[in-house]
């Protein structure tokens, strides 16, 4: 098994507070960042961390007990500086801390040349600064507590799937499928080459590409959704899941939107809409759980440092002291309709029109439903057929003021202070009822995708969760969701 050169920190203060002795005066060696500096008359301390645990190694150098290490280093040594220390672990005698180090060695393996404008080595570096120093902002006490959330709701999600028994197959991410039906997606093609543009194959030599001398011989995308395949995954083999990315085309700069974003996407076997809410909250309740269980110095650095992150504890505590709330999107629009003037004194100026029926609640209206309505996360589900995709289970059709209502099986999870974080839905599974509503929004056939229906055809169920959007839940109680992204991409910024 691999073995490190040096020991963790994370490892120094966890031994620490299960035996205290098993550590004290020892020798240890040590590698990070420095965070903070303090010289004194005869004694230097340095703050070290290393990405492995929220708290810091407070090391000190003394110059009586070691004389020549401080001023060995003293020119090359500064916040923000990587180093590597030996020295022994001893008790601290500081309120807040088991143990610290007295430094035997120093060595500055990273010196800062340009302490003046090195971020890390500014004081409180606004988040707007460091979304533009994406390269350096994990130095943030904030972003690294978020970056091991992330982190470990990425094992929560894992250990979720093995227990239901569930595969995790990504599929491809080019493809020649628009799942969504929307048209924002990003085109790929080879043959824009800036040495070559004088030479691109067009249809009419002026704006089309033609795309069957291009690399996939016709217009290929990257994937909005992984969906499809996994349907076609899932006929077969069960219950299967993906992490894959999935990539929007949309022209927007909200602090909800990406335009690259990790996409957590099932699909199930022989399921009804009631199983798949539950399916939905057991995924999301026990990430809750584990989080509230395993990452409690996370939670605790966030809402000491992070001033987006305050009650963020209470705030999980909340979402699993009761079973979430169900309601039909009928129920969601009378919610509207009776409590409409505050919606717009909620959201003063966010909120210029409510939706009526057949309209997207919109994530205002999604945000006041469960923050003030059923103050809990809340499903709603029977969307407006002409809301959802083509793929969508349709439910019987129903007559209200003379006006005939068409629905899906469609659902949504909206969680306060996000509003939607999962889609879901009942996949059609009848091949002539499929064909006609593909026909009916004049789609072109999916050939592959349709005879599922056709030779065999599965009941499925399945949900997507911007996964980037779970970390947001869990870290922060507003804010930007840039903020949770080690790097992020959105539309008119790709800086990496």
């Not at 089309?208 to 006929?235: G, P, R």
């Not at 210029?352 to 996360?377: A, H």
Request: glycine share 6%; net charge negative; aromatic share 10%.
């Amino acid at each position: 098994m691999f073995q490190r050169s040096y020991t963790l920190i994370k490892t120094l203060h966890e031994e620490s507070k299960k035996d205290l002795g098993s550590v004290i005066d020892k020798d240890y060696i040590v590698k990070g960042k420095v965070r903070f500096l303090r010289t004194q008359a005869k004694r230097m301390f340095m703050h070290i961390y290393d990405g492995s645990h929220p708290e810091q190694l407070q090391c000190m150098i003394d110059d009586d007990k070691f004389p020549g290490v401080r001023s060995s280093v003293l020119d090359d040594l500064s916040t923000g500086a990587t180093v590597v220390l030996t020295g022994t672990i001893v008790k601290s005698p500081a309120k807040g801390q088991l143990i610290e180090m007295v430094v035997k060695m120093c060595k500055v393996i990273g010196k800062v040349k340009d302490r003046e404008t090195y971020i890390p080595t500014i004081k409180q570096a606004t988040y707007e600064v460091l979304r533009e120093h994406q390269d350096v902002r994990a130095y943030d006490r904030s972003m690294q507590a978020i970056n091991r959330v992330r982190s470990m709701l990425h094992k929560f999600v894992e250990e979720f799937f093995v227990k239901v028994e569930g595969l995790r197959l990504d599929p491809n991410i080019v493809t020649k499928a628009d799942c969504e039906g929307a048209g924002e997606t990003f085109v790929i093609t080879t043959l824009l080459k800036e040495d070559d543009v004088k030479s691109i194959p067009l249809v009419d030599k002026t704006t089309q590409i033609d795309f069957s001398q291009d690399f996939f011989t016709s217009k290929a995308y990257l994937t909005v959704s992984s969906q499809l395949q996994l349907e076609a995954l899932c006929h077969f083999m069960g219950l299967v899941y993906t992490m894959n990315p999935s990539f929007r085309a949309e022209k927007s700069r909200t602090s909800r939107h990406l335009a690259c974003f990790t996409h957590l996407e099932w699909e199930i076997p022989y399921i009804e809409l009631k199983d798949l809410m539950d399916f939905s909250e057991d995924l999301t309740r026990y990430c809750f759980e584990r989080l509230l269980s395993e990452g409690k110095l996370e939670l605790a650095e966030l809402q000491t440092f992070c001033p987006y992150s305050k009650g963020m504890t209470d705030k999980l505590l909340s979402f699993i002291a009761q079973p979430y709330a169900r309601i039909s999107y009928d129920e969601a629009i009378d919610i509207v309709k009776r409590d409409g003037d505050k919606i717009i004194e909620k959201f003063k100026g966010d909120v210029k029109e409510l939706p009526k029926w057949g309209d997207d609640l919109g994530s205002f209206c999604e945000r006041y439903i469960c923050e003030c309505v059923t103050l809990r996360p809340t499903f709603v589900y029977n969307y407006p057929r002409e809301l959802k995709s083509f793929y969508m289970k349709q439910n019987p059709s129903y007559v209200v003021d003379e006006v005939e209502r068409h629905t899906v099986q469609g659902c949504d999870l909206l969680i306060p202070g996000l509003g939607e974080l999962i889609g879901s839905s009942i996949r059609e599974d009848d091949y002539d009822t499929l064909m006609q509503e593909m026909q009916r929004r004049k789609m072109a056939d999916i050939p592959w995708y349709t005879d599922l229906r056709k030779n065999g055809s599965v009941p499925t169920g399945g949900a997507g969760l911007g996964f980037d959007r779970l970390v947001s839940v869990c870290t922060m109680t507003e804010g930007n969701i840039r903020e949770v992204v080690p790097f992020y991409v959105t539309y008119q910024d790709c800086q990496y």
